[in-house]
T-cell receptor
């Protein structure tokens, strides 16, 4: 079964509103989680690295004030898309590394969240 | 900037044939390499991981790594239509956390 869970799987929102996506590690603690975005027929692009108890690290070109990341616990990171616009419509995927299982080499992905901004 | 390159395809093979997927990477210090399969509209799922030069086999899948040439490949034997998907090559940084993905190769296995 899934060890990293995302919620919601699908969300449609109106332009200008904010949407929150949750990423949970279900049976392990993740001090670091990663948020990716994937547009149709393109590869995953890393948006930011979410660090438990500290500020997220954003990749070049990703607006930190638009994509708010909160990693308040060892099992939960949230991504909030603020003032969403149609161009923000995409598939958002989180991942987390299990430092214990598989000699610490296993990175699990969430199921992904489809965001459509209308 | 670290780069991971893949041929976007589509790579079309007949059912039962061997599919060969290739990937090159720019960071010579990279130590961990992964192949993910992604079906349309779904999240990636891990197929293979490889850390040492040579071949690693798991069922119908064989990963090959050549660090000197900065090249990693995935062979799929006895390809099935259900193998039709996009295959993503990923390289993990030396800190062990961040994955850099290639653009993916779309594989089509025709019955």
């Amino acid at each position: 079964g899934a060890v990293v869970s995302q919620h919601p799987s699908w969300v449609i929102c109106k332009s200008g509103t904010s949407v929150k996506i949750e990423c949970r590690s279900l049976d392990f603690q993740a001090t670091t989680m990663f948020w990716y975005r994937q547009f149709p027929k393109q590869s995953l692009m890393l948006m930011a690295t979410s660090n438990e108890g500290s500020k997220a690290t954003y990749e070049q070109g990703v607006e930190k004030d638009k994509f708010l990341i909160n990693h308040a616990s060892l099992t939960l990171s949230t991504l909030t898309v603020t003032s969403a616009h149609p161009e923000d419509s995409s598939f958002y995927i989180c991942s987390a590394r299990d430092l214990v299982r598989g000699a610490g080499n296993t990175i699990y992905f969430g199921e992904g969240s489809w965001l459509t901004v209308v | 900037q670290k780069e991971v390159e893949q041929n976007s395809g589509p790579l079309s093979v007949p059912e039962g044939a061997i599919a060969s997927l290739n990937c090159t990477y720019s960071d010579r210090g990279s130590q961990s390499f992964f192949w993910y399969r992604q079906y349309s509209g779904k999240s990636p799922e891990l197929i293979m991981s490889i850390y040492s030069n040579g071949d690693k086999e798991d069922g119908r899948f064989t990963a090959q790594l050549n660090k000197a040439s900065q090249y990693v490949s995935l062979l799929i034997r006895d390809s099935q239509p259900s193998d039709s998907a996009t295959y993503l090559c990923a390289v993990r940084d030396n800190a062990g956390n961040m994955l850099t993905f290639g653009g993916g190769t779309r594989l089509m296995v025709k019955p």
